[in-house]
């Protein structure tokens, strides 16, 4: 194979043209990527030499990275307006590649984005009071509602066809409606997670009079 005239190389042209195949035939190969960029297979290890699964954490921060994280530790701001931003974004990001998530998900995170974008997260639940010990549960809910929501934006459109058996799921099949689906449902989901995490979080005023109890 002939030698490229430039080098186009670099971590992230791997990433991205590993998440074009994905998203394309939901997997990867080394020689897939080499052959979908025009060089050998071997020189793809001068840049990633962890292989396959250094290629999947790439894939992993290309897809996070753009995420905007600022501002998102800021008390004066309400938690549930961060959190919900938080996990929009993140779905949002997710939706962009859902075959990728298969393989996110079996990988684990070592990146610095994600692992920041988790940072934020139980910043968020320490300043809205939720207790440490029921923080990762929490963080699991959220990940089954970015994850979940990421995948079915993948959802073919009609999802299902008519069937005179079936009159509920028949009426329920509107264009319209169903158009509208995936974003209503995570709307539907992101209440239900506040409301939830509200429930766990101390009422300041009953803890106050708790503590001033004989």
């Given at each position: 194979?002939a030698?490229p ?6 971590p992230?042209?791997?990433a991205?043209t ?6 394309k ?7 897939g ?20 699964a ?27 307006v ?41 910043t ?5 009071g939720v ?8 963080a ?9 929501s ?19 799921l028949?009426?329920r ?5 169903m ?9 539907l989901?992101?209440?239900a997670?506040?409301?939830q ?12 009079a708790d503590?001033?109890?004989?």
């Amino acid at each position: 194979m002939a030698r490229p005239k430039k080098n186009i190389l670099s971590p992230q042209i791997i990433a991205e043209t590993a998440l074009k195949l994905v998203d394309k035939g939901h997997d990867f190969t080394i020689p897939g990527i080499a052959a979908e960029l025009g060089v050998n297979p071997s020189s793809l290890y001068h840049h990633v030499n962890g292989g396959r699964a250094e290629i999947i954490k790439l894939m992993r921060r290309a897809l996070y990275e753009q995420i905007d994280l600022s501002g998102l530790t800021d008390p004066l701001l309400p938690w549930q307006v961060r959190l919900e931003y938080w996990v929009r974004s993140y779905r949002d990001a997710s939706a962009q590649v859902p075959a990728a998530l298969p393989l996110l998900v079996g990988a684990a995170v070592d990146d610095s984005v994600t692992l920041q974008m988790y940072e934020v997260l139980f910043t968020i639940l320490d300043q809205a009071g939720v207790a440490q010990g029921r923080q990762l549960a929490v963080a699991a809910m959220l990940d089954a509602i970015v994850i979940g929501s990421a995948i079915d934006a993948a959802s073919p459109d009609p999802l299902w066809s008519a069937d005179e058996e079936r009159p509920r799921l028949t009426a329920r099949a509107d264009p319209e409606a169903m158009t509208r689906r995936t974003r209503e449902g995570l709307n539907l989901a992101i209440v239900a997670a506040v409301a939830q995490i509200e429930s766990m979080v101390p009422d300041p005023g009953q803890a106050e009079a708790d503590s001033q109890r004989p």
